[in-house]
């Protein structure tokens, strides 16, 4: 009985160990940049967090605690010097035994925010020096004018030099006043001409100056900014794909996905094809076509524009209503490498978005990620008849969220 207790007891406590050390998060990367006045701040973590704001003096410094989160090995006691008027330096710490601590040395107004995509997994942004310094008394103090006794010798000696060098200047000054005429009467000249040409710079040096929109300046932290990206929404026009059990139909679903995915995807600079925009099919032949040169239609349109990425949307099915989950499906002898990557990420973040179960990433041979010249993937979303998944599906809210499930995955891929 002893020995079970005190077994029973060691399990408790290793379990209580176990928990302890458990974190939802590492910090794993810290990276800044120089911006007019100001520094950006960006934390690469592994999974989201959420954090604490706060400030203190003496130096005035802002501090981020960030929740449930472990500081990476390689980073134990970072410190940077920051070349900047708005923030000194940085130091990041492991506070305690589940907070993370950044603190940044600035006066200046500090905005945090948060986005779902980073080289492994999430990233906080911080940006310094976005609104205007906070004034320092002592800084800012007058200095008292230096009081300097002079002796009479001293100021005989000053005022004989005093005259001495008014003779000079009397006699310089009427040879460089002729100069200065002659030097006068050109730059009249020039200043005319070269006026029109500095209002021309000050016009565009006023436009440069202007601080950019944040979500513009965020299109370069995504990736998307310029990326060609081709969405298929599957089936359309006399094919309705699979039908849920309230009749909900696979090619409505996957074109009001793709529609809001679309939406999102531009807002971020990305440059968005889609195969079809309304329900009719993509071949030239319409319902005519054949099943192949239906499929072969949707990955020339990829193939021609020599798009990035290519994304098939579609909803399983199956006899049995019970089956659910998501699953994203790629290749696996592309002669692009990256298209496991790519149904992995989107995958997850679909998943993480509608709450679906995963169902993994898998190889397949589907023809539209076959003959796809680029990174693609077919994305099964979720089950249609699976009376769940399927209201999920059919409701506004699962659309957005499906929508923004592959945007972070696509902003995953390319982060």
């Not at 940085?90 to 940044?104: D, G, P, Y």
């Not at 008849?385 to 592959?406: C, F, M, V």
């Amino acid at each position: 009985m002893t020995r079970k207790f005190l077994l029973s007891l060691l399990l408790f406590l290793l379990g209580i160990s176990a928990f302890k050390i458990s974190y939802a998060a590492t910090l794993e990367n810290v990276r800044y940049s120089y911006g007019s006045g100001t520094v950006r701040i960006v934390l690469d973590l592994t999974d989201k967090t959420d954090f604490e704001e706060s400030t203190a003096e003496n130096p005035s410094r802002s501090i981020i605690d960030l929740q449930n989160t472990r500081v990476a090995p390689n980073l134990h006691n970072y410190s940077a010097e920051l070349n900047s008027t708005a923030a000194k330096k940085i130091r990041v710490a492991q506070f305690n035994s589940n907070t993370t601590r950044i603190v940044i040395e600035t006066m200046a107004a500090v905005n945090i925010f948060k986005l779902n995509n980073g080289p492994s997994g999430y990233r906080i942004v911080i940006d310094v020096g976005n609104a205007a310094f906070k004034e320092n008394p002592e800084l800012n103090k007058p200095k008292e004018p230096e009081i300097k006794i002079e002796t009479p010798k001293e100021e005989k000696e000053l005022k004989d030099d005093k005259k001495s060098k008014e003779d000079k200047k009397s006699k310089d000054d009427k040879k460089s006043k002729d100069d200065k005429k002659s030097k006068d009467d050109k730059k009249s000249k020039d200043d005319k001409k070269s006026k029109d040409d500095r209002k021309s710079k000050d016009d565009k040096k006023s436009k440069d100056d202007e601080p950019k929109n944040i979500e513009d300046d965020l299109k370069e932290l995504t990736g998307l900014d310029g990326k060609t990206i081709v969405i298929d929404p599957g089936h359309g026009g006399g094919d309705a794909g699979a039908i849920g059990p309230t009749g909900v139909m696979e090619k409505s679903v996957t074109l009001r996905v793709s529609l809001e995915l679309e939406k999102l995807l531009k807002a971020e600079g990305a440059n968005v094809i889609m195969t079809r925009r309304t329900d009719k099919p993509v071949s030239p032949r319409g319902d005519s076509a054949s099943a192949i040169e239906e499929l072969q239609a949707r990955c020339d349109v990829a193939n021609r524009l020599k798009a990035d990425i290519f994304i098939s949307i579609h909803a399983d099915s199956f006899t049995n209503p019970d089956a659910r989950g998501s699953t994203g499906y790629y290749y696996e002898k592309s002669t692009s490498p990256d298209g496991r990557r790519l149904a992995d990420a989107i995958r997850r973040g679909l998943c993480e978005q509608i709450q679906t179960p995963s169902r993994g990433t898998k190889p397949c041979n589907f023809y539209v990620v076959r003959h796809t010249d680029m990174p693609a993937t077919l994305l099964e979303l979720a089950f249609i008849s699976n009376p769940e998944e399927e209201k999920i599906l059919d409701s506004e809210e699962g659309i957005k969220k499906a929508a923004q499930g592959i945007l972070d995955g696509i902003e995953d891929y390319f982060g």
